[in-house]
């Protein structure tokens, strides 16, 4: 089944690519919140959702794209956890830094994950205790998490937050730098960074498929309080994150 999600995140990713690298129209609009949604975004969703009905035509999906009655979705103890482009902003700025994540939750962890970096053609997954780097379809590598004497600290571009500064100038000792998307993740899972610290909200739909795919390479995720990072929607009021950390150890 990996197989044929990793293949799905690449067909979502294609669609998205020729947006990107054409005219065609994009229409933008705002949520709530006031961060950015595009026909982009919708048309992705549609290529996951369809897909993954056909998959696995029983399990229930729950994407960003989509409005949910909250109490309706408590009940799911397995689901399909979707964002079909993370990091729109990035997408609008054409710095590459956006991803499909698609991710499969059960009873409230995400035992496998995909994210697909369609601008770079590079593909990250995990299943269960194992993660992967794709560069081409079919080629897998394993990767791993790896600590430093002096850590790279990943942090987001387009979130700054207070409390992130008084994070890092609690630190004496590392480097930063600053990434759109779920790559942080991905960057920490294959060695290359080594702490994701994050204070502003997020959703589960932001997290969960890089979450699954740092802990099969060895790091963590955790709240600040020390906790796993949980995706029970039994235990929720809603589809928010409190703060957490990616780390390798």
């Given at each position: 089944?990996?197989?044929?999600?990793?293949?799905?995140?690449?067909?979502?990713?294609?669609?998205?690519?020729?947006?990107?690298?054409?005219?065609?129209?994009i229409n933008i609009s705002y949520k709530s919140d006031k961060t950015p949604i595009t026909n982009v975004d919708h048309e992705a969703n549609s290529i996951i959702k369809k897909g993954?009905?056909?998959?696995?035509?029983n399990i229930p999906i729950l994407s960003e794209e989509e409005l949910y009655n909250f109490k309706i979705c408590q009940h799911w103890n397995h689901y399909w956890l979707v964002d079909p482009l993370d990091g729109t902003k990035e997408?609008?700025?054409?710095?590459?830094?956006?991803?499909?994540?698609?991710?499969?939750?059960?009873?409230?962890?995400?035992?496998?994950?995909?994210?697909?970096a369609p601008f770079f053609d590079i593909?990250?997954?995990?299943?269960?205790?194992?993660?992967?780097?794709e560069k081409k379809p079919g080629?897998?590598?394993?990767?791993?998490?790896?600590?430093?004497?002096?850590p790279l600290l990943?942090?987001?571009?387009?979130?700054?937050?207070?409390?992130?500064?008084?994070?890092?100038?609690?630190r004496?000792?590392?480097?930063?730098?600053?990434?759109?998307?779920?790559?942080?993740?991905?960057?920490?899972?294959?060695g290359i960074a080594h702490i994701y610290p994050r204070f502003g909200n997020t959703h589960i739909w932001?997290?969960?498929?890089?979450?699954?795919?740092v802990v099969a390479a060895g790091g963590k995720v955790k709240t600040w309080t020390d906790e796993n990072l949980n995706y029970s929607l039994s235990s929720r009021r809603s589809f928010v994150n409190t703060g957490f950390c990616a780390s390798t150890s």
């Open positions: 089944m990996l197989d044929k999600i990793c293949g799905l995140a690449r067909s979502a990713g294609n669609t998205i690519m020729k947006f990107y690298n054409s005219e065609k129209f993954l009905s056909l998959i696995t035509p997408f609008l700025k054409k710095n590459g830094e956006f991803t499909v994540n698609i991710s499969l939750i059960k009873n409230g962890i995400p035992v496998l994950g995909v994210i697909y593909l990250y997954c995990s299943l269960n205790k194992h993660a992967w780097k080629y897998k590598e394993r990767i791993y998490v790896s600590k430093s004497k002096v990943i942090t987001s571009r387009s979130h700054p937050d207070k409390e992130l500064k008084d994070y890092l100038r609690a004496k000792n590392y480097r930063i730098k600053k990434m759109g998307s779920s790559l942080k993740f991905c960057l920490i899972a294959e932001d997290t969960a498929a890089g979450h699954s795919i």
